[in-house]
């Protein structure tokens, strides 16, 4: 089995792979808690992957490479994609993973992965199997935590799923329309603004809050919240097949 591992700024999330297909998949709130999983001792695991949002991850690091090899995915590492992102010593590696998963779904076509989870990230590939870049906003939760953090009195409200209402009529509600609403309004927009450039464009949700905005979009898309797991199973396929 092959082993993905994705540290991002508030959870970990972990897949088990044989081949392209997902046999198992585990989120922990820390790297602790992923090794008291004992996930290392139960599974005979060949080669791992793991990327990561956050620093000092050396002694989880040294933990992996006793028990399988270890690749370190960073902006530097070969994917099938050729990148064309200015500053690559900047670019988040979900961002990379994710065009490359999107583009491995539909290779040569016009991609927009959209990731909807701490930040939502706007990720484009061209029909040259190229990523250019695209956007970076704030997450639904950090638009209610910036909300209360820089005002006097907004209470920290919770995403509510159900929620719709255009027109709030209280405060809680206003806030809720601004953010829940207005997110969704911006995904839209951007959809829009992109195909209107790339009539054939494709376009994929990922991320923690894809559910949320999956029923919400105005355009059908393609929605895998495991999209990043696979993208990282298929940039390690890519590196192993570079060795033999």
Same mark, same amino acid.
């Given at each position: 089995?092959?082993?993905?591992?994705?540290?991002? %700024? *508030?959870?970990?999330?972990?897949?088990?792979? &044989?081949?392209? $297909?997902?046999?198992? =998949?585990?989120?922990?709130?820390? *790297?602790? $808690?992923?090794?008291?999983? /004992?996930?290392?001792?139960?599974?005979?695991?060949? #080669?791992?992957?793991?990327?990561?949002?956050?620093?000092?991850? /050396?002694? =989880?690091? /040294?933990?992996?490479?006793? +028990?399988?090899?270890?690749?370190?995915?960073?902006?530097?590492?070969?994917?099938?994609?050729?990148?064309?992102?200015?500053?690559?010593?900047?670019?988040?590696?979900?961002?990379?993973?994710?065009?490359? @998963?999107? %583009?491995?779904?539909?290779?040569?076509?016009?991609?927009?992965?959209?990731?909807?989870?701490?930040?939502?990230?706007?990720?484009?590939?061209? #029909?040259?199997? &190229?990523?250019?870049?695209?956007?970076?906003?704030?997450?639904?939760?950090?638009?209610?935590? @910036?909300?209360?953090?820089?005002?006097?009195?907004?209470?920290?409200? +919770?995403? /509510? &799923?159900?929620?719709?209402?255009?027109?709030? !009529? #209280?405060?809680? $509600?206003?806030?809720?329309?601004?953010?829940?609403?207005?997110?969704?309004? $911006?995904?839209?927009?951007?959809? &829009?603004?992109?195909?209107?450039?790339?009539?054939?464009? +494709?376009?994929?949700?990922?991320?923690?809050?894809?559910? =949320?905005?999956? %029923?919400?979009?105005?355009?059908?898309?393609? @929605?895998?919240?495991?999209?990043?797991? !696979?993208?990282? #199973?298929?940039?390690?396929?890519? %590196?192993?097949? !570079?060795?033999?």
């Amino acid at each position: 089995m092959q082993l993905v591992i994705d540290i991002g %700024n *508030t959870r970990v999330k972990a897949a088990l792979f &044989e081949q392209k $297909e997902l046999k198992h =998949f585990f989120v922990y709130s820390n *790297t602790t $808690e992923f090794l008291q999983s /004992e996930i290392l001792e139960k599974y005979t695991i060949e #080669n791992c992957i793991l990327v990561s949002v956050i620093d000092s991850i /050396e002694s =989880f690091i /040294e933990t992996l490479k006793k +028990k399988t090899h270890v690749l370190i995915y960073s902006t530097l590492t070969p994917t099938p994609l050729k990148n064309l992102y200015q500053t690559i010593d900047t670019l988040g590696g979900d961002r990379l993973i994710g065009a490359v @998963a999107g %583009n491995f779904l539909y290779p040569h076509q016009h991609v927009l992965v959209i990731d909807t989870g701490t930040c939502i990230k706007y990720n484009f590939v061209n #029909n040259r199997n &190229e990523f250019i870049g695209g956007a970076i906003s704030p997450g639904i939760k950090m638009r209610f935590q @910036a909300l209360n953090a820089f005002t006097a009195r907004l209470p920290f409200l +919770k995403i /509510e &799923e159900s929620y719709n209402l255009l027109i709030g !009529r #209280n405060s809680n $509600e206003n806030i809720l329309t601004g953010v829940e609403m207005g997110a969704v309004a $911006e995904v839209d927009g951007f959809i &829009e603004q992109y195909s209107s450039l790339f009539p054939d464009l +494709k376009v994929i949700l990922t991320g923690g809050d894809s559910d =949320f905005f999956e %029923n919400r979009l105005k355009r059908s898309i393609f @929605a895998d919240p495991l999209l990043i797991l !696979r993208g990282l #199973n298929i940039v390690l396929d890519y %590196n192993l097949t !570079r060795r033999q």
